[in-house]
């Protein structure tokens, strides 16, 4: 008994020199199976995966993620009106649940995110005379919460959304509490601030229809002027609510490329596809169809493969700016829209997507820069 007990002891610490030699090295990850979506994406980009506290106390829903994903990210649970709901009384708990798994999962955590004018408590903009509170009253409540969760989180999430969703279609700056009470400057004064707590930390503003040009030359003046001096921000999240058409593979390259040339980092931060939206495959590829409904998908999964393989190609071939590829979701039964988005279906079988997104992740020849965010040395 004592012999094996102490062969094994060898066999651990064998083991520990090795992880020890693995992280001391830079960026060398352990091999995986190529046949996991996490696997597969090594030597492109981390593969991440949102999820909320039900999908993690979910044994088969938190497996998959184990199985498929190197980093998370919470669905809801590091927003304002979960993390902050009064004032000073902060709710780390179910952030920390996420970290925690995570942790023993070797998954990098992306914190989503701290600016947003959506679930963001009433309290923040108001005063106890119920009147709107001045510039410094909500400056200073900005810089309590970033201060407070940055310092919570410090060595745990490498990666954060510091502004969410700030600007119109139009690419003008969206009329929110946070813009009127404090002006256009309130999304660099944000990721200030951050910066001012963890210099260690990659700094994201993200955004859906990217793909808008008006919409990301908007935010891309805006990255590149907050950018003049010194890099305030770091990161464009792309978050990728896309459908089976849109953007088409042309749209979808100016779009990385031109966010690409802002010099910021890039990670696609909430793939799904919306199959509701009235499409259908004619043989000839897939089609838009101005009011058809779902009837007219014949083989939806087939369309869906073949969309996820095309834009994972194109992330392949971005990939020396693209750090992260997230879906919003493990499955349709846990995505935030309805229809048929995600990778795995509502009973958590693996759909087609995944075999041919890994074949496209094996088949792309690896990165060849070695830029990207340092997650701590675990990746
Ligand atoms: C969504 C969540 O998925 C839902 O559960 C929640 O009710 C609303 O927010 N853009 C974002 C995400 O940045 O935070 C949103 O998540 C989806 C759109």
């Given at each position: 008994m004592k012999r094996k007990h102490s062969f094994a002891a060898i066999l651990s610490a064998i083991g520990m020199a090795a992880l020890?030699?693995?992280?001391?090295?830079?960026?060398t990850a352990a091999p995986e199976s190529t046949d996991t979506l996490r696997g597969a994406s090594q030597g492109h980009f981390q593969i991440g995966v949102a999820l909320p506290t039900r999908a993690l106390n979910n044994k088969e829903a938190s497996a998959i993620a184990a199985k498929h994903f190197n980093r998370?990210?919470?669905?809801?649970?590091?927003?304002?009106?979960?993390?902050?709901?009064?004032?000073?009384?902060?709710?780390?708990?179910?952030g920390d649940q996420l970290v925690a798994f995570a942790q023993k999962n070797g998954m990098a955590v992306h914190g989503h995110c701290?600016?947003?004018?959506?679930?963001?408590?009433?309290?923040?903009?108001?005063?106890?005379?119920g009147k709107q509170v001045t510039k410094e009253v909500l400056l200073k409540r900005l810089k309590n919460h970033?201060?407070?969760?940055?310092?919570?989180?410090?060595?745990?999430?490498?990666?954060?959304?510091?502004?969410?969703?700030?600007f119109n279609d139009?690419?003008?700056?969206?009329?929110s509490q946070w813009s009127n009470i404090?002006?256009?400057?309130?999304?660099?004064?944000?990721?200030?601030?951050?910066?001012?707590?963890?210099?260690?930390?990659?700094?994201?503003?993200?955004?859906?229809?990217?793909?808008?040009?008006?919409?990301?030359?908007?935010?891309?003046?805006?990255?590149?002027e907050a950018n003049k001096d010194k890099k305030v921000i770091d990161g464009i999240g792309l978050q990728g609510h896309w459908d089976l058409n849109y953007p088409n593979a042309e749209l979808a390259e100016r779009t990385i490329k031109e966010c690409a040339a802002t010099g910021c980092r890039l990670v696609v931060s909430e793939l799904d596809l919306n199959t509701n939206r009235g499409f259908r495959n004619s043989g000839r590829g897939l089609e838009r169809v101005e009011g058809a409904n779902d009837a007219n998908i014949s083989d939806m999964?087939?369309?869906?493969?073949?969309?996820?393989?095309?834009?994972?190609?194109?992330?392949?071939?971005?990939?020396?700016?693209?750090?992260a590829v997230t879906v919003w979701g493990i499955a349709d039964n846990y995505s935030w829209i309805r229809g048929e988005p995600l990778l795995f279906d509502s009973k958590l079988q693996a759909k087609p997507a995944v075999d041919a997104v890994i074949k496209v992740l094996n088949e792309a020849p690896k990165k060849k820069s070695d830029k990207g965010f340092d997650f701590f040395g675990l990746f």
């Open positions: 020890a030699v693995a992280c001391s090295s830079g960026n998370v990210v919470a669905e809801n649970e590091m927003k304002w009106d979960t993390i902050e709901p009064q004032e000073g009384k902060f709710n780390f708990a179910p701290l600016v947003w004018h959506s679930q963001t408590p009433a309290w923040v903009f108001r005063g106890e005379d970033i201060t407070a969760v940055l310092t919570h989180y410090k060595g745990k999430v490498a990666t954060w959304d510091v502004v969410n969703e700030a139009d690419g003008t700056l969206r009329r404090l002006g256009p400057d309130f999304i660099k004064t944000a990721f200030e601030m951050a910066r001012e707590v963890d210099p260690d930390i990659t700094l994201i503003y993200n955004d859906y229809s990217m793909p808008n040009d008006s919409k990301r030359a908007g935010i891309i003046k805006y990255i590149n999964n087939r369309a869906l493969r073949d969309r996820y393989a095309e834009i994972f190609k194109i992330f392949c071939k971005y990939q020396d700016s693209i750090d």
